[in-house]
């Protein structure tokens, strides 16, 4: 079982940045692609970015439209963590963040993984 640990989250004003962490307990984390995903209440998680598991000369990334151009996430696996950096924050982008690893990234985009974090808020006052 690898256990995921979120941090970074807190209280942003609109236009800010704030980066979150996803650190883990192992090191089989870098066979797994890595997800980030948001809820904010009232509403369903949604998927919000993922990386895959391996490099050629770059990572594989896919973003929500939502989060496009404005979201980085990325990876170190030496440190076996995750990072998304969020950038030009907008009140809509409040909720708590979860990361998530899991088999491959289009598995991801459906909210299919196979461990989870507990999340961190993520608030972005206006």
């Known amino acids: 079982q690898v256990q995921l640990v979120e941090s970074g989250g807190g209280l942003v004003q609109a236009g800010g940045s704030l980066g979150l962490s996803c650190a883990a307990s192992k090191r089989t984390f870098n066979v797994y692609a890595v997800g980030w995903f948001r809820q904010a209440p009232g509403k369903e998680r949604e998927f919000v970015a993922a990386?895959?598991?391996?490099?050629?000369?770059?990572?594989?990334?896919k973003y929500a439209d939502s989060v496009k151009g404005r979201f980085t996430i990325s990876r170190d696996n030496a440190k076996i963590t995750a990072y998304l950096q969020m950038n030009n924050l907008r009140p809509e982008d409040t909720a708590v963040y979860s990361c998530a690893a899991g088999t491959i990234v289009a598995a991801l985009t459906r909210g299919s993984a196979d461990h989870w974090g507990q999340g961190t808020q993520v608030t972005v006052s206006s």
């Open positions: 990386i895959a598991s391996s490099a050629g000369n770059t990572y594989y990334t």
